[in-house]
């Protein structure tokens, strides 16, 4: 039967009637990293040095060495990431079935283009299921804001001119119920961090961080295209470097949805 689902994804692949959506966001010189307070250490930007380019470096062959943090563009965090996750697991140890599995798609994008502060709560999550049914075990909760449209522009997407970030995500309540009683493994979204900008100041500081990754979940942030998904049935494919002692990695994000 395995095989038959196999064949049968391979001939839907084919066919188009199953779409493969990227979700990944472009990475290069101007992609926006998270800026933390001055007085901690910061995450270098994305920068690509060249080693050869068909020249007398390298005749035949063009290459590059590239300088970039684990948390930058699109990525993954893993458990270790965070001081709750401290001795979980890095990316190198994630079990492939968690890196390929459903998706739920929840829509604040019209609520966030009022207030860039919006937070999902354990309530819309149930208003959600009581509409589209239970979220799946073993499944990701995908976050859409509308901030992915911000993307090409570092100011906008930090959205930090005031001196606070302000981005949407998950209240304090909503972060710890999806660790430690929902039924998913992880959660994406659109923003530059799995929490939302002023999530400093909640209790716990920063809680997608402190529960999530506490709880031996994961978090994937600036992810795009999260409009062209359906509410359910989609099929997340989440792809890290495999990091010996990773605590993040760059990801192509990509989603399997049923046309037609």
Not at 16 to 33: K, R
Not at 55 to 83: K, M, Q, S
Request: proline residues 9%; negative net charge; contains cysteine.
């Amino acid at each position: 039967m395995a095989e038959n689902s196999v064949a049968s994804l391979i001939e839907a692949l084919a066919g188009g009637s199953v779409e493969v959506v990227d979700l990944t966001q472009p990475l290069n010189e101007n992609t926006p990293v998270i800026q933390l307070p001055e007085q901690f250490e910061q995450t270098p930007p994305f920068k690509a040095h060249g080693i050869s380019a068909y020249d007398d470096r390298g005749p035949a062959w063009a290459w590059r060495w590239l300088e970039l943090g684990e948390h930058t563009g699109t990525h993954l965090d893993a458990p270790v990431h965070w001081i709750s996750g401290r001795g979980g697991l890095d990316v190198s140890q994630i079990p492939p079935h968690h890196l390929v599995a459903p998706a739920v798609v929840i829509d604040r994008s019209a609520e966030t283009a009022e207030d860039p502060d919006c937070l999902l709560t354990v309530d819309d999550i149930r208003a959600f299921e009581n509409e589209h049914g239970p979220l799946p075990e073993g499944g990701w909760l995908l976050l859409r804001t509308g901030w992915d449209a911000r993307a090409g522009d570092t100011e906008a997407f930090l959205n930090a001119a005031s001196g606070q970030p302000r981005s949407p995500g998950f209240d304090a309540e909503c972060a710890r119920w999806l660790a430690e009683e929902s039924p998913l493994i992880g959660v994406g979204v659109e923003t530059v961090s799995i929490d939302a900008g002023a999530a400093g100041g909640f209790d716990p500081p920063f809680p997608v961080h402190y529960f999530l990754l506490g709880a031996g979940k994961f978090g994937v942030t600036q992810l795009a295209n999260l409009g062209s998904l359906p509410p359910t049935g989609s099929l997340l494919i989440v792809a890290p470097l495999k990091l010996t002692g990773g605590t993040g990695s760059p990801i192509r994000a990509l989603a399997l949805v049923q046309r037609g």
